[in-house]
Each structure stands twice: as C-alpha cells, then as structure tokens.
C-alpha cells in the first residue's frame, strides 16, 4: 500500500538538544498530521496541518506541511526527558479518509 | 478535545475463543472508526474502516470473517477476533475521524495462549 517514507528511523541525543524529523512520499497529501506514542498507549495527536507551506507551532514542537504536498517536517526545541517515545507521521492522500502512517522515529535522551 | 475510549485495555484468552473490543467516542459523534494492529516496534497497519450503519471495508490481506468489525451506533465500533490463535496476539488500536483530526484509542494488548 501507500507508504510515507520517515526519517530517521531513531534518535540518541543529550537533553536540552533540538530535534528534526521528516517525512516525505511520492504522492501528494490532503493532510498532515504528527504523533506521539507512548509504550503502551495509543498514539496522541500532537501538530496537524491542513494547508501547503502551513506553518503549525504547539508549544516547543515546530511542524510544517510541505510546499509540494509530498512532505512534512517535526522540530523539537530544547528537548527533555518526556519527550521519548516514538514519532509517528500521518496523512490523507485527496480523496481519501483513511490515514496513511510512517514508519516511526524513536526518540532516545540521554540524560 | 475529542475523546476515544477503548476496552479492555488488556486481554489473555484461550487459542479458539472469541475476543470483542470495543471503541467508543465519547464527546462526538462517530460515523467513521478506524481498526489498526501494531506490533512490537512497528507503524500502525491499518486493518479496516467501519462505518456506521454499514458493512466495514477491509484492507487487503485482512480476513473479514476472523476479524468480525460491528458499527451499530455513531459512538461504539467493535472488533471481535473470532477464533484467536497465538499469531493473532499483537496491540490493536482504534480511532475516530473527527472535525480536527483524528483521535485514537488507548489501544487493547491481546494475548492469545
């Protein structure tokens, strides 16, 4: 099926350290959306972007809904321990209403 | 903001017993769910969309008759793994497309021994 193409697959970086992650297809995307999982727990919704070259910011989280529509990028600012875990990305192709997800970043902070 | 309950949230059944779980929007109207299965370090693979009032429609490679997925009102979709067997063990998650984006379950970590 459909698959978007994340990057990269994990992370180790010190606290306080920014972080960038993105994901990209080949086919053009109605949505964007960013996640976060947790062990366990289903994923939380964390950035969503609806517009091309829409610029979204939730507090220390940075994303961005690519010009093309084939693209997305995460920013993390001055990391801390909560936020390990997975990173999922998701979106809908036009037409579509099922989400399509990447394949995940894990996010390690190394204290 | 929008609220999807799932349960149970944990399950060990017996090899050829049935498990229903459900998934129910709590704070919105539902009229399309999402059933997903994750395993150990791996993306959600999505299984079938249900849809209120109708038949679900199920992805490619999904048995339709092990994974018996029931929509009956706007706010509660159910997945029943009919006959479960070991390799059905894994996390299975839902979610409901609402105004905003959409919202996911807790998820439910089955165990089939």
């Known amino acids: 099926g459909q698959q978007l193409n994340q990057s990269p697959q994990s992370m180790f970086i010190q606290e306080g350290e920014d972080v960038s992650m993105n994901c990209t297809s080949s086919?053009?995307?109605?949505?964007w959306l960013w996640y976060k999982q947790d062990p366990g727990e289903g994923p939380v919704l964390l950035i969503a972007?609806?517009?091309?070259?829409e610029l979204t910011s939730n507090g220390r989280l940075t994303a961005q809904f690519g010009i093309t529509r084939k693209d997305s990028f995460l920013n993390i600012s001055a990391s801390i321990p909560s936020d390990v875990g997975i990173y999922f990305c998701?979106?809908?192709?036009?037409?579509?209403?099922?989400?399509?997800f990447g394949q995940g970043t894990r996010l390690t902070i190394n204290p | 903001g929008a609220v999807v309950s799932q349960h149970p949230s944990r399950v060990i059944c017996k090899s050829g017993t049935s498990v229903k779980i459900e998934c129910r929007s709590l704070?919105?109207?539902?009229?399309?769910m999402f059933w997903y299965r994750q395993f150990p370090k791996q993306s959600l693979m999505l299984m079938a969309t249900?849809?209120?009032?109708?038949?679900?429609?199920?992805e490619q490679g999904v048995e339709k008759d092990k994974f018996l997925i029931n929509h009956a009102s706007l706010t509660l979709s159910t997945l029943t793994v009919t006959s479960a067997h070991p390799e059905d063990s894994s996390f299975y998650i839902c979610?409901?497309?609402?105004?905003?984006?959409?919202?996911f379950g807790s998820g439910t970590r089955l165990t089939v021994v």
């Open positions: 979610s409901a497309s609402e105004v905003g984006g959409y919202t």
């Open positions: 086919s053009i995307f109605n949505t």
């Open positions: 972007l609806y517009k091309a070259g």
């Open positions: 998701a979106g809908t192709l036009r037409g579509a209403q099922k989400l399509v």
């Open positions: 704070d919105f109207q539902a009229t399309t």
């Open positions: 249900s849809n209120e009032g109708s038949k679900a429609t199920y």
